[in-house]
RNA sequence: CGGGACGUAGCGCAGCUUGGCAGCGCGCCUGCUUUGGGAGCAGGAGGUCGCGGGUUCAAAUCCCGCCGUCCCGACCA
């Protein structure tokens, strides 16, 4: 490609809205821009970089026998119907859009479980056909609350996605290790380093699933690992290996009884600390009790250490104003465990409060704590579970070792879905060996593609631009001839080289362009093509060429006759 | 959806406090000179000052409303 025809604009500013390294050379290089708040076009160079993406996720998910197709990104409203996820829409768990045209109501698809359970349901009849796995890269609607961060997170997004279909939980077991191992050799391939970390499954449901998460400066999310076992969960899933002490064990047996205080005006943890602090005590010997549904919206009451952060399970939520009224035993800001269960409330507790105690916690009466409080004498405990949010330094639930928490960018998500939607969806059924009905054993694979492209940029750049990884450069060779207007033999010997690079088959793109030679570096730079030649009337007249890697910046001259078959050969 | 900031030429910004010709740098066009790390000189094009209303002789500037954008939070591939 000649860069005096390419639709392309560099910039030398980047926009005030860009905030990350990636979207502002995204843009400043011309690859991408933006139409509306997480909605871009990619421009042709920006395109190039995706189809490179692609080609790659391609040639992994082929090489394992995956078959690619393409559904609608329109989906008619019914398939959510039937599965029950139409009730999402609007929450926070599944923002989606619909539309309403002539044939009636539609969802502009933020994920494909419904259509691809319909999909391949119509077409596989008997246990002969699988296992079977299909995918396909296609546009994602999301009704993003907060697009930020360029590509990073968008309201309109590509992904790869990818489903399993087989005749049994062993089989979709097989299958599901089948893509996640190829996707390990696809972030390989892509530069990037990624950890597979156990994860919450969110909106689409199943048991067993990977999140596959990127460590970024610029990351959304955090996940633990643990340096001596490789142990790694997201912090939403991750568990601490705190040990439950066991009843009447440990812990001081001189606690005196239980004292109320009147404690007006301090409803948080950290005000009555503050109260209690000329008696010695510290968050850690609160209380922290949260009034919470579970999952099945009974009410309950969560202990975690005072100074913890919990963290509830996925399906539970925290009580609001008028769950109170309805609850008269729980005090907003002064709730405590005593009594609880007489009151209908489930009392689970986090195992880092297992100890007897004497503990201070809310003495729910209004504008009163209790001191003294002893585990299985003033108060009682129905489930043990972990409800504390996870901290760098926390024991791995494994083997004990000291966990870190790593920021990351979460790169692809891959689910074991079992017979969650086979079994809603009318028809998903198949003939078994046995000759009887069975259904669809299904596991899901999504991986953000033009995510990715903002994930290698991170990973991939300096302070002057863009360095890709050669396996997803838009060219492999940016060719820059200098002076060409004053010296017709530059322009002669670079028109020469730049037709026998594309008939050896190099992808190059050639600056052609009459700018000065600053330019034409600096853009060669921030472009990032991972293999720069220069032409200049100097070189030329020893007959060579300077060949310069974007990457490490390592340069060497190249003899003009050797240079087709040095790049065509690497 | 809660909190904050911003909106002036393609990009980056000044002007707003104290109302009075719409500006600067980069980029773009023409000509000449220049040419190994974002050249120089000269000339030129380009604006619904986010939108609507109000105050005023007069509004980019003051007031009200709306829209958009970004940041923090909540939530998510």
Not at 83 to 88: D, N
Not at 116 to 137: D, G, I, K, N
Not at 359 to 386: C, E, K, Q, Y
């Amino acid at each position: 490609m000649r860069m005096s025809r390419l639709l392309v604009r560099t910039l030398r500013e980047a926009p005030a809205d860009a905030e990350v390294a990636s979207h502002q050379l995204l843009v400043r290089a011309g690859y991408i821009r933006r139409l509306a708040s997480g909605v871009y076009t990619f421009l042709p160079l920006g395109l190039r970089v995706l189809h490179r993406v692609e080609q790659v996720i391609r040639e992994e998910l082929d090489a394992v026998g995956c078959q690619e197709l393409l559904m609608p990104a329109l989906h008619p409203i019914e398939l959510w119907e039937q599965s029950g996820r139409a009730a999402m829409f609007g929450s926070d768990a599944l923002p989606a859009m619909t539309v309403e045209a002539r044939g009636g109501t539609f969802v502009l698809g933020p994920t494909h479980e419904e259509v691809v359970t319909v999909t391949v349901s119509a077409e596989v009849e008997s246990y002969r056909q699988m296992p079977l796995t299909v995918y396909q890269f296609q546009v994602k609607f999301r009704d993003e609350a907060r697009p930020r961060f360029g590509l990073l997170r968008t309201r309109e997004l590509i992904m790869a996605d990818a489903y399993s279909f087989d005749v049994d939980k062993e089989a979709m077991q097989s299958s599901y290790q089948t893509v996640f191992d190829a996707y390990l050799r696809i972030f390989e391939r892509l530069g990037l380093h990624v950890t597979p970390v156990e994860a919450e499954s969110g909106a689409i449901g199943g048991d067993v699933n990977h999140e596959f998460m990127v460590p970024s400066a610029v990351g959304e999310d955090h996940f633990v690992s643990c340096a001596s076992c490789g142990y790694a969960a997201n912090v939403e899933a991750a568990t601490r290996g705190v040990a439950r002490v066991a009843a009447g064990g440990g812990g001081p047996t001189s606690a005196g009884p239980v004292v109320e205080h009147h404690t007006p005006g301090r409803p948080g943890i950290t005000d009555v600390v503050a109260y209690f602090a000329d008696q010695g005590a510290t968050a850690a010997d609160f209380l922290k009790s949260l009034a919470v549904f579970d999952a099945d919206g009974r009410p309950t009451l969560v202990l975690v250490p005072g100074d913890r952060e919990a963290r509830l399970p996925s399906g539970w939520r925290l009580f609001e104003d008028a769950d109170f009224d309805s609850n008269p035993s729980l005090v907003k800001g002064y709730i405590g465990p005593s009594g609880q269960q007489e009151h209908g409330i489930r009392v689970v507790a986090d195992t880092g409060i297992s100890r007897p105690g004497p503990w201070i916690t809310g003495a729910n009466r209004p504008d009163h704590h209790m001191t003294g409080a002893v585990l299985d004498r003033d108060f009682n405990v129905d489930a043990w579970g972990s409800f504390a949010e996870v901290v760098s330094g926390d024991a791995c639930p494994h083997c004990g070792g000291a966990v870190e928490l790593v920021r990351s960018v979460e790169a692809a998500h891959t689910f074991q879905l079992g017979h969650k939607y086979s079994e809603v969806m009318p028809g998903s059924t198949f003939v078994a060996a046995d000759g009887g009905e069975a259904t669809f054993s299904m596991g899901c694979y999504g991986m953000g593609v033009s995510r990715l492209l903002a994930v290698v940029a991170e990973e991939h750049h300096d302070e002057r631009g863009l360095a890709w990884p050669p396996e997803v450069a838009p060219y492999q060779v940016h060719l820059a001839a200098l002076g060409a207007g004053r010296s017709p033999e530059v322009g002669a010997a670079a028109d020469q080289l730049y037709g026998q690079l594309i008939a050896a088959g190099v992808e190059v793109l050639y600056d052609d362009r009459d700018v000065s030679p600053g330019v034409k570096f600096a853009d060669a730079d921030l472009l990032g093509t991972p293999v720069r030649l220069v032409i200049g009337a100097k070189g030329l007249a020893r007959g060579v060429v300077e060949w310069r890697s974007r990457a490490t910046g390592e340069e060497r001259e190249l003899p003009m006759d050797g240079v087709v078959a040095t790049l065509a050969g690497g």
